[in-house]
């Protein structure tokens, strides 16, 4: 993780934060998705609102996520229907970047005052298929921390994730979760399946600066607007957390991540329940000052772990030279140095598992 954070602080101007998300969308295969977001560097010269606030962006422009802000709100004009122009572009059929620009710019300049308010929020990239490497991960400890777990997650979003423990999972051949339930994982997996065990969630709440509703429809038209539109497996699962979010709606706290840990790590533990922090495709994007706190925290509260109340940090992030998304997981007592246990897809498509 202290390579990601370094990586991170390289990073600084508009024109390389733009390129770094376009190259990310590539790797992940979201070629067209790339070529719409390199095309923001082109609208820059318009003479519009959205354009000049981008071009002064005040703060870190990839830690605040600037480029996938306005990439949503592009793509909000062909989910709403309202502006039908990308939507060639999104299925590929047009590919010439110049083309892209220009698309871009018209965009721009006729829906300037509809794009700017994209800009006051982080986007909102909730993604269930992540939560297959965290269930593996799950499985992983629970042979060294006991089945038992209370999971608290930073960086929620919709909370989309936050409701893991209602999900069913096929991870190699490894089922896990219940199995009335319209939200099914089952990524391809590569390499050896993870260890089958049992993995009994008792409790699962997370936080978020700005969390959606998904039982608003337009708070849900928002969060699909963030969508890669390549993903079309994506768009059905977040219809099926819409609907698992009406039956009961996960508990998600509007808190800074960099707040919620200490006084998670604060509350009372119960005895023979692992109590895990984990998060997915987020580290990069909260700031230095808050990484080194909720570090700081866990490290802290790990040293005073016990066997009976022990610690756990899941995370799938981000290695930001390499592109590649880490599963690492730390617990206490015991195991206080990362352990890489997997790469996989950053929508999930895919988990390659190391762990041993």
């Keep these: ?50 354009a000049r606030r981008i071009a002064g962006w005040q703060g870190l422009a990839l830690e605040d996520a600037m480029p996938l802000r306005i990439t949503g709100g592009l793509h909000n004009l062909l989910v709403t229907g309202d502006d039908r ?6 299925a590929g059929l047009v590919t010439d970047q110049a083309t892209v620009d220009a698309l871009v710019c018209e965009l721009f300049e006729k829906w300037d005052h509809r794009l700017l308010p994209w800009l006051d929020c982080p986007p909102q990239t909730n993604e269930a298929g992540r939560s297959a490497s965290i269930m593996a991960g799950l499985l992983w400890l629970s042979g ?32 896990a979760g219940p199995t009335d339930t319209p939200m099914r994982i089952a ?17 699962i709440r997370g936080c978020d600066q700005a969390p959606i509703d998904l ?26 957390a819409i609907q698992l979010a009406g039956e009961r709606a996960p508990d998600i706290a509007k808190m800074d991540a ?4 200490p006084a998670m790590l604060a509350q009372p533990q119960a005895h023979g329940v692992a109590r895990v922090l984990f998060h997915s495709i987020v580290w990069q994007y909260i700031p230095e000052a ?23 940090w899941v995370m799938l992030e981000t290695n930001r030279e390499t592109f ?33």
């Design 85 to 90: 122009r990308l939507e060639p572009v999104y």
């Design 187 to 203: 990524p391809e997996w590569r390499g050896d399946a993870p260890p089958a065990g049992e993995v009994a969630i008792r409790s």
């Design 324 to 356: 590649k998304h880490e599963l690492r997981v730390r617990y206490w007592p015991g195991g206080e140095d990362a352990v890489l246990l997997a790469e996989a897809h950053p929508h999930g498509a895919w988990v390659e598992w190391y762990g041993r």
């Design 1 to 50: 993780m202290a390579e990601q954070s370094h990586a991170v602080m390289h990073i600084r101007s508009v024109p390389e934060a733009i390129e770094w998300q376009a190259t990310h969308a590539e790797e992940a295969g979201a070629h067209c998705t790339a070529r719409v977001i390199r095309a923001v560097s082109a609208a820059l010269n318009t003479d519009t609102a959205t």
């Design 215 to 240: 039982t608003d429809p337009a708070q849900a038209e928002r969060l699909k607007s963030y969508v890669w539109p390549e993903a079309h497996v994506r768009m059905g699962r977040i219809d099926a």
């Design 290 to 312: 808050g990484r080194a706190a909720i570090t700081h925290a866990m490290e802290a509260a790990g040293a005073l772990a016990t066997r009976e109340q022990p610690l756990a």
């Design 144 to 175: 060294r921390l006991g089945p038992n777990f209370e999971l608290n997650e930073i960086g929620a979003s919709a909370g989309v994730n936050t409701m893991m423990d209602r999900y069913r999972f096929d991870l190699g051949g490894v089922e």
């Design 258 to 261: 960099a707040q919620f840990v």
